[in-house]
């Protein structure tokens, strides 16, 4: 294992080398992963969401802020995130860690490089919310594109970017019979050093 990653590395930077690797050898999107949010009953929750932004302070990806997510991360602002990387690297990498919004500077410089068409479903779509059926969606969607016709589309109040601040990540790469190579790095807080350690398959 230690061929392919340095305990002594920073997890930032061996993250940066695997998902540049996946967006070059892969043929699927890379940048799909699944995030895990904590509900107000203990239950938790997972869906598949696209990483849009990552540096040394974390790793970014925007929602409306009223969907179950959004409820979820204003009550608890900590997730868990799982990146898959199939063939040819067989590769896994686990984030948890503590979230924060992003400014709503950012999330509107963000915002403004969308389609249009996912900037007016941005505003359409009461996300996680009860509807009548696509019929009210469409009737939205036509609302707004009314309503924004012939001008730029402001980013919503209640649309935005999260920043999960991880306090582990875990490499995991498949071997063969099941002996996999796991490495997790993990910190006490966002001002700690990060330390290495090997987990048995």
Known sequence: MSSWIDLKQDPFK????WFEAAIKETDFEPTKLTL??????????ARVVLLKAYDSEGFV???????????????????AMVFHWQKPFHRQVRIRG????LSFAESNAYFQTRERGSQIGAWASPQSHKISGRQELMERVQ???????????????????????????????SGEHRLHDRIRFIRKDLLS?????????
Do not use: H
């Open 61 to 79: 990806f925007f929602t409306n802020f009223d969907s179950v997510k959004g409820e979820e991360l204003k009550n608890n602002p900590k997730a």
């Open 14 to 17: 061996v993250f940066g080398q």
């Open 98 to 101: 503590l979230v924060e919004k």
């Open 193 to 201: 050093p990060w330390t290495a350690e090997y987990l048995a398959p």
């Open 143 to 173: 609302l707004f594109e009314d309503k924004f016709a012939n001008q730029e589309i402001p980013c919503p109040e209640n649309w935005g970017g999260y920043r999960v601040k991880p306090m582990s990540l875990e490499f995991w790469q």
């Open 36 to 45: 895990a949010t904590l509900g107000a009953d203990g239950l938790p929750s």
